[in-house]
């Protein structure tokens, strides 16, 4: 099997707020390794990763893309990911599969909302990182002000940013990053500073014998704690010029950790998929990072816990872009070709270990918070609408998509608008689907606040199914999702019955009372019954005298909604939690604003002329709030806001539409299902 030159792998993210130059550093760094000859522009929609015809046209990442390059002995698989924070959920995703991370920040705009996520979010995983302080060359960057900005707002209280050098010719063409020399005692002092705040015995040196503490022993704590998370070392230059790539390089090399992927080629199979895309002849492209083993072409592969394919075809990123290999092995990146029913967070051969940093399944960002009804303006493109909207949940399966048959509508969900005119423009530039979009409106979720039971019995009262069902719904810790229990007998029933009835519950339990999603509950099965297969004596099968799963599914949202209803639900709007600066002569008017806004401010700080106010805000007017702070502050006010948390609403909770055949009205719901069994 073809191995690469190089025996190490780093698999590197670049992360920042939405212009901090993220793609350009792309293009900068391939140029610098000699994978191209000519550096691409976002304005030219000439780039390596920006390959999607809409990512051209407005110059915005909206897809993660992966390409190669080769630093000394390691490959670095390198994967842009979208800065925009519409597109968080492309994003969420690479986090599961990073060794490492450049955190890209704009030396004129400075720290932003979505850069304070990105680096919550990189320490929270422990994933390594490097802060890179791009556009040195333009003019209004900064560097004293913006590393205390770095250290305030990204890593408040902690003595974590390690800035590697300084800036001569600061907001001018030919300024450039020059690095402090080894034996620089400022330097020397900050690093011990930093350092020793996670090693005591470092500092003993230090204090005992200064001459003794070596500088090489001081750049390997430095890697050392940069690999476990606890310090950032910040580098300075531009993408747009070359200034300071060659010591970013070099710092990527030195300071993130790299692995030797072959000591682990011959282990079990272990690896996770990122993304999905389709080829020119619609076939599905699974994106894998490997843990372990390795997946080679004309492999039976199990994945996604109970599905598997055969890999047709294998591709793994080395030096540029993907090319054609028999396999790829721990610690790469590949394509896989071969596996039909792939999704976006499958599990490849066997999970990770528990609780694992990055694994996959786990939620990293808010969900969505915004929805909306995606309507074809030529009705005859109804059918087609639902089936490319389909795929691009196949790309994106955080968009939820939602079918209500009754009224012939499809619902999508959405991070803000920009992804609504991404997907509108998608639909009509790969599909040729005009549509329109409804109001926006905001995702609420329900609440258990009580204990509720219900049950029906097989064959008694109107009871129109062979099946007997009893469910008792409770309320469950925070963020605990949906737990289903057993108080019965495994045994009682055949296990596809029990089976039936919990991917039920958990189908059901998308639309509770009010229609909204509940969550952080536990269904305990506390009925069951069903009668066994009978057959005529003439041996053949009757459906009428036998209980089937379908019964089970049939069955299961009356019992559900019936008990949940007794249990008592609570509608939970979500909450954003805010930072806003504005000038301090306008801070008077700024509370009765936020007043009406329903927004409650928890900390009011004064900062020389300026005043900076966080609080929490309902989700539902963050956009308004928006629209408010440029007159309200002359167009000086600064906001970030990212979503907090779920609070009940006030007043009259909002019912959402069902999109089901609506359970919590059993006449209607027969009606509806009465062709099923008779």
């Known amino acids: 099997m073809h191995t690469s030159s190089t025996s190490n792998s780093l698999n590197l993210g670049i992360l920042a707020h939405v212009d901090a130059g993220k793609t350009s550093l792309t293009e900068r760094l391939l140029h610098a390794a000699g994978v191209i000859d000519e550096v691409g522009r976002v304005d030219a929609g000439n780039t390596q990763t920006d390959s999607l015809a809409l990512e051209r046209q407005r110059g915005i990442t909206i897809k993660s893309a992966v390409v190669s390059f080769a630093v000394d002995d390691v490959t670095v698989n390198l994967i842009d ?148 998370a606890l310090v950032h070392p910040v580098f300075f230059g531009s993408a747009a010029t070359g200034a300071g790539i060659g010591e970013l390089m070099a710092g990527i090399r030195e300071l993130l950790p790299s692995e030797d992927g072959g000591r682990r080629a011959d282990d079990p199979v272990s690896g996770t998929v990122f993304k999905v895309e389709r080829g020119d002849a619609g076939e599905k492209i699974a994106y894998v990072r490997m843990f372990s083993g390795t997946v080679r072409t004309r492999d039976l592969l199990p994945f996604g816990g109970g599905r598997e394919g055969k890999v047709t075809s294998v591709s793994v990123f080395d030096r540029g872009s993907a090319a054609s290999r028999e396999g790829v092995r721990a610690g790469q990146i590949g394509k896989l070709w071969g596996l039909g029913d792939v999704r976006i967070g499958d599990v490849l051969g066997v999970p990770r270990a528990e609780g694992a940093e990055g694994s996959a399944g786990q939620r990293f960002f808010s969900p969505p918070t915004l929805e909306t009804v995606v309507v074809p303006t030529r009705p005859g493109d109804k059918g087609a609408l639902h089936l490319a909207l389909a795929q691009l949940a196949e790309q994106d399966p955080l968009i939820n998509l939602r079918q209500d048959d009754l009224r012939q509508e499809v619902y999508v969900s959405l991070y803000g608008e920009v992804q609504k005119e991404v997907i509108q423009a998608t639909l009509l530039d790969e599909y040729g689907i005009d549509v329109a ?88 099965m506390t009925h069951s019954g069903y009668w066994p297969r009978q057959s005529h004596a003439h041996g053949t099968f009757d459906k009428s005298m036998s209980s089937t799963a379908g019964d089970f599914r049939q069955l299961t949202p009356l019992v559900l909604l019936s008990a949940l209803r007794r249990a008592g639900t609570e509608v939970h709007e979500p909450l954003h939690r805010f930072w806003l600066g504005v000038p301090d002569d306008v801070f008077g008017q700024l509370l009765p604003a936020l007043s009406r806004l329903r927004a409650v401010p928890h900390t009011q700080l004064a900062r020389g002329a300026s005043y900076v106010v966080e609080g929490e805000i309902p989700a539902a007017r963050v956009h308004e709030l928006e629209q408010l702070l440029p007159s309200l502050t002359r167009g000086e006010g600064e906001l970030e806001s990212a979503f907090e948390r779920y609070q009940p609403v006030r007043g009259e909770a909002p019912d959402r539409p069902r999109t089901d055949r609506n359970p919590l009205c059993r006449k209607e719901y027969l009606r509806e299902v009465a062709g099923v069994r008779r």
């Open 81 to 228: 990911t979208p800065g925009h924070p519409d597109f968080i959920a492309e994003v969420e995703r690479v986090l599961s599969v990073l060794d490492g991370a450049v955190l890209v920040i704009s030396a004129v705009e400075g720290v932003q909302a979505q850069t304070r996520v990105l680096m919550r979010t990189l320490r929270r995983l422990r994933i390594p990182t490097i802060v890179f302080v791009n556009k040195i060359d333009r003019r209004g960057a900064r560097y004293e002000d913006l590393l205390r900005g770095i250290a305030e707002r990204l890593v408040p209280g902690s003595p974590a940013i390690v800035p590697m050098g300084t800036v001569r010719g600061l907001g001018l063409r030919d300024g450039v990053f020059v690095p402090f020399a080894a034996g620089d005692p400022a330097f020397t002092s900050r690093l011990v500073d930093v350092l020793a705040a996670y090693d005591d015995a470092l500092l003993s040196s230090y204090v005992d014998d200064e001459a003794g503490l070596s500088y090489r022993r001081l750049r390997a704590e430095l890697g050392s704690q940069t690999e476990q």
């Open 437 to 524: 979009f409804r109001e926006t409106t905001t995702i609420c979720v329900e609440r258990v606040t009580g204990s509720g039971s219900a049950y029906e019995i097989i064959d008694k009262d109107d009871n129109p199914f062979l099946a007997t069902v009893g469910l008792r719904v409770d309320p469950g810790p925070p963020d605990s999702g949906v737990e289903f229990r057993l108080e019965i007998e495994l045994g009682s029933m055949p296990y596809a019955f029990f089976r039936a009835v919990e991917e039920t519950v958990r189908q059901t339990l998308l639309q509770g009372v009010h229609g909204w999603e509940v969550s952080d509950c536990v269904v305990t």
